[in-house]
């Protein structure tokens, strides 16, 4: 069973795609793939070796755009696949600073000054 690019999208109340999500590899996530048949070992390999690994150390996050999650059930042995967009977004920060951040400048024609939106 598949779905069609053109009947998810339009399934979707907001829809986030760009090119640009498109020019780095996903984030690749395994799930259940720990058993020690030798069939999930080879694919659990064979999707490591799909994508380049990534250095926790080095990636930019601004960089990763796309999580791809595989995972596995043992009992019916289907493998379930769901592509996810990521956005990264400022936490634990004022409403009108996280708009600053995101280069969404907001209306301050009621404000005084800019410390007012902060």
Same mark, same amino acid.
């Given at each position: 069973?598949?779905?069609?690019?053109?009947?998810?999208?339009?399934?979707?109340?907001?829809?986030?795609?760009?090119?640009?999500?498109?020019?780095?590899?996903?984030?690749?996530?395994?799930?259940?793939? $720990?058993?020690?048949?030798?069939?999930? +070992? =080879?694919?659990?390999?064979? @999707?490591? !070796? #799909?994508?380049?690994?990534?250095?926790?150390?080095?990636?930019?996050?601004?960089?990763?755009?796309?999580?791809?999650?595989?995972?596995?059930?043992?009992?019916?042995?289907?493998?379930?696949?769901?592509?996810?967009?990521?956005?990264?977004?400022?936490? $634990?920060?004022?409403?009108?600073?996280? +708009? =600053?951040?995101?280069?969404? @400048?907001? !209306? #301050?024609?009621?404000?005084?000054?800019?410390?007012?939106?902060?």
């Amino acid at each position: 069973q598949y779905s069609l690019i053109k009947d998810v999208v339009s399934s979707l109340k907001r829809h986030r795609m760009h090119e640009q999500q498109f020019t780095h590899h996903p984030l690749l996530v395994l799930s259940n793939f $720990g058993l020690q048949q030798i069939q999930v +070992k =080879l694919m659990a390999t064979m @999707f490591q !070796n #799909m994508f380049p690994s990534i250095n926790v150390h080095r990636v930019n996050l601004n960089n990763i755009k796309r999580c791809l999650l595989v995972s596995y059930d043992a009992e019916t042995q289907l493998l379930d696949f769901r592509h996810y967009s990521v956005k990264v977004v400022p936490v $634990g920060v004022s409403k009108g600073l996280k +708009k =600053l951040l995101q280069e969404k @400048f907001p !209306n #301050m024609s009621r404000l005084e000054d800019i410390s007012e939106l902060l």
